[in-house]
């Protein structure tokens, strides 16, 4: 098996935008994709946390990903969330993305069930492994238990690695705790370490990390390319430290979309599946007005 | 529209049994939920919280109800658990589950996003009702936060009771917290309140509550329906409260597995879906060994 794993850099959790019924616009979504790559980001990742993946069914998700494919992305520039709360759907997921190239999976936890021990978050990868059966499968370990309710602890990232080399490729780390962070990097050297939370982009490189997956690169991917330089400095770290601030001062997943509206013009992208709410247009005007005097105004 | 809601008494939150291959054995649960029948319990609630129901896809529920109502369940006796992380997904399960008879449909919350806001989960019911789109449906509210992780507000629950009348038709209520039991009493006087944590069944009924859809009642049904006659004593009451403690000190779900499958003398029993790990034989040995000292040793 092939142990080589050629993902690294600056990877958009992509927004997944809506159409006028509330269904995923499969159209619309490559073509953000598109734009984004244009801009010179390394790849794209549908339908992660800032991609409500959870929030769409296994057709709706396997739709869209082919919609992406379609729409001139290529397969190998896709790391598609393809985690659900059972196994079945994850296999089947999986399967799927494999089946239609993606570069890599990433998959959460089971999330319903809460304390849950690491034999059993073991073995429920280790049958999706065994499930999907496909050398060509990737997987990204997806840590983001202040959502998901499920951590994973660093001995059960090494054990997974550890029985499915080259399978088990990286973690993305999206606690935004760089403590952690760097106890992967220490003991799990050989796995691609991906961070959520931007501003530890820099020293993630520098300690031989992958790279980032992130949602900000929807909205700024300009701020975000600036931290993969070798010479990023404190001020573009603060660019990106005080947009975060700004949008995360309201629900940040329908900011975003709000904040590619005012971009694009388009109103369309304000929608967001339910349970979340659209950004009121109070709501909108206060988020508009504090980028417009911070120092990434677009 | 009929605002009457029949669904009272002893229902019990079915256990999912499994065959060789980890798939949902829909025979072996039609027979569960028959032998419990016979012992005097009112309904079965199969795909909630003890019935691994976030384990299972939409496909395998769908078949799992069939399976029940194949095997002799009447569909009135049944309370099927429909919720799933998407709003697509549990639209097509609560539409599936009512066109079959269901008497009343189980709804989580929606559970993957943290912090959403009753307005958000105002509309993810609103949406459900008008996706299903039939007179017929039945929901009971499924408060369940310390596995969901997203709580009902009486407020909510009191703005989708004034919207959805008849259809919202009750709370199942598995906090284990009295206080927010009597203040869902107190606020919805017409909504059908169930308990989770039988212990508080006694004063529910007292209250005017509904009864309970509970987990005890797969391995202790009389237990439970001792609780459920006007005359409940406190030695009633302490013995639900020791069979409890005693199978809540290992993860009460492959617990209960176990019993059963101690019981009929079935190995099959024991089996749960990753991420669940199955009691081992020194586990289900102290718990035996523990129940059989106790005041409800069958």
New interface residues.
């Given amino acids: 098996m092939d142990k080589a794993f050629a993902i690294r850099g600056l990877w958009c959790a992509l927004l997944t935008p809506l159409d006028g019924q509330g269904n995923v616009d499969g159209a619309r979504l490559a073509r953000h994709a598109r734009e984004l790559m244009a801009q010179g980001i390394d790849g794209v990742a549908p339908f992660g946390t800032t991609g409500e993946g ?7 998700r396997e739709a869209g990903l082919a919609s992406l494919i379609e729409g001139g992305v290529a397969p190998q520039k896709i790391v598609a969330g393809t985690g ?6 994850t296999i ?1 997921l999986t399967r799927h993305a494999v089946q239609a190239g993606s570069a890599a999976c990433l998959v959460l ?6 304390e ?2 690491d ?3 073991y ?2 990868y280790a ?1 999706l492994i065994e499930g999907v059966g496909d050398s060509r499968l990737r997987v990204l370990l997806y840590h983001i238990p ?4 499920i951590p994973f602890s660093i001995d059960l990232v090494a054990r997974l690695a550890r029985d499915f080399p080259g399978i088990v490729a990286g973690v993305k780390d999206s606690a935004g705790e760089w403590e952690n962070t760097q106890r992967l990097l220490q003991r799990v050297p050989g796995l691609a370490i991906f961070v959520g939370h931007e501003p530890h982009l820099p020293r993630l490189l520098q300690a031989g990390g992958a790279g980032t997956i992130c949602g900000v690169a929807n909205v700024r991917p300009a701020l975000v390319k600036a931290l993969m330089q070798p010479k990023a400095s404190e001020d573009d770290i603060a660019r990106v430290v005080e947009f975060i601030e700004i949008a995360f001062r309201q629900p940040f997943l329908p900011a975003f979309k709000a904040i590619v509206a005012e971009r694009t013009g388009d109103p369309g992208w304000l929608a967001v ?5 659209p950004l009121d247009a109070g709501q909108r005007q206060t988020l508009q007005q504090a980028l417009q005097r911070s120092a990434a105004p677009l």
Same sequence: chains 1, 2.
């Avoid at 659900?84 to 759907?89: G, K, M, Q, V």
């Avoid at 202040?146 to 309710?149: A, E, F, L, P, W």
């Avoid at 599946?273 to 709410?277: D, E, M």
């Fill in positions: 959870q929030s769409f069914s296994q057709r709706e659900a709360a059972s196994l079945t759907e089947a936890p089971p999330f319903f069930f809460k849950i021990s034999d059993g978050l073995a429920w049958r202040q959502v998901s309710g599946r339910a349970p979340l709410v």
